[in-house]
């Protein structure tokens, strides 16, 4: 581990940073593909992604060329403009979500405010009368970031703690538990339900397709938005372009972010009609989403995605490597308790605390994340071959075949 003595990037971190991260283990300096090296020349296998944000691997050679060239051009100019990057992204994201309408952003915490004012817009239209109509549903262990809005949505302790009054009008039910949500869905009173496909930091818990179906029909019964958050699950990661597909719902609204901008910060959200007009001029706004950079770096993601058909190979490539994986559950049935998840977003779901395990993989050669206090969250580029698959089954293999049981 690189110390501050050591490394003065880690002495910078102790000196300048702000501590609302904890201190981190690692300086990176180098990424190719699904590869990473640090300040010390170490490798490591990168199954983090940077939290599922760097979808086509680092320094991918079109997602480079096509960045370079567009900041050599034009990189910013504000929405007083129009620029061609943002609508031809714009054109590409609606083609795969379907007629509707779209508002760029800067990040996944950016797009679930947007729906959240969204919904807002939709339960004054309903009820004709602003402030009566404002409950969002949201699921028990759900992420939706650490805005004001997005805080009030996430039911998580250590999320809203110190934060609190937050805004009013979110109940949360458990996933998956159809029952639950038909009681707190009110025709008169909610205006939206807001539902991760693949809930990522809350354990890597999968809506059941028959969840999210249900949940559609009542809100098509009550008129109430169906709003989708595909931040971390969506672009391409579960072998479909959205995981929600999966299921064969269609949400009234999507957010989105992480890998659309294949490491370059960008949000957004899709609306589908009727409810794409209610934002109209002056409602909603950012200075610096859709500008010419960022939406170049979306379409470059795209392009990539539609070129090397990864989709289609993370549906094919992770059968073998989900199989792999569920083998640690034989393997160490007193450490492991299941292996969950799909394509290229899996938790291995853990009887101990993941962190220690998060570090022992590291040192061994691959970068993970934690999530939920259970789970090793592994989140490989799209492009990942099937040898780097069976890689890091292999290091996980050994270092938890190792693992000394507290």
């Known amino acids: 581990m690189n110390g501050p003595s050591a490394d003065p990037t880690a002495a910078n971190y102790a000196a300048n940073v702000a501590h609302n991260y904890g201190a981190p283990p690692i300086t990176l300096v180098k990424g190719q593909g699904t590869l990473v090296w640090d300040a010390a020349g170490k490798r490591y296998l990168d199954f983090a992604s940077g939290i599922a944000v760097n979808a086509v691997g680092h320094a991918h050679p079109h997602w480079v060329k096509r960045v370079a060239e567009q900041a050599g051009k034009l990189v910013h100019v504000s929405n007083l403009y129009r620029n061609e990057p943002q609508g031809e992204l714009a054109q590409a994201l609606s083609l795969r ?3 509707g309408r779209v508002i760029f952003c800067n990040s996944g915490a950016e797009a679930n405010e947007g729906l959240l004012k969204l919904a807002r817009l939709h339960g004054q239209r309903k009820s004709g009368t602003e402030g009566a109509c404002i409950g969002v549903i949201v699921a028990e262990k759900a992420f939706h970031g650490r805005t004001f809005g997005g805080m009030s949505a996430t039911p998580q302790e250590k999320i809203q703690k110190g934060f609190r009054p937050l805004l009013s009008g979110f109940t949360a039910v458990p996933l998956n538990d159809l029952a639950a949500w038909d009681k707190v869905i009110d025709a008169r009173t909610t205006a ?23 949940v559609e029909k009542l809100c098509r019964e009550r008129n109430v938005l169906f709003m989708i958050d595909e931040i971390q699950c969506g672009i391409g990661r579960t072998g479909k372009f959205f995981a929600y597909e999966h299921a064969g719902v269609k949400p009234d609204a999507i957010a ?25 001029a002056g409602s909603h706004g950012t200075t610096f989403g859709g500008g010419p950079l960022a939406a170049t770096a979306g379409l470059a993601v795209l392009e ?37 998840g799909a394509g290229y977003m899996v938790g291995v779901i853990l009887h101990v605390d993941p962190l220690p395990v998060v570090a022992s993989l590291r040192e061994a050669g691959i970068l993970t994340a934690p999530a939920g206090g259970v789970a090793v969250r592994l989140l490989p580029p799209l492009n990942a071959s099937a040898e780097e698959l069976a890689e890091a089954v292999a290091i996980l293999r050994q270092v938890l075949g190792g693992w000394k049981a507290a």
Request: charged content about 20%; overall charge negative; some cysteine.
């Open 256 to 280: 989105m972010a992480k890998g659309l901008g294949g490491g370059f910060p960008i949000g957004a959200i899709w609306m589908a009609p009727p409810h794409d007009d209610l934002f109209q």
């Open 97 to 99: 979500c379907g007629p």
């Open 304 to 340: 990539i995605l539609e070129a090397e058909q990864l989709v289609a190979k993370v549906a094919e490539r992770s059968v073998a490597w989900h199989a792999a994986l569920r083998e640690l559950v034989t393997l160490r049935p007193d450490l492991v308790k299941e292996v969950r």
């Open 192 to 214: 939206a339900v807001l539902i991760e496909s693949i809930q990522g930091e809350g354990g890597v818990n999968p809506a059941t397709p028959e969840f999210l179906r249900g």
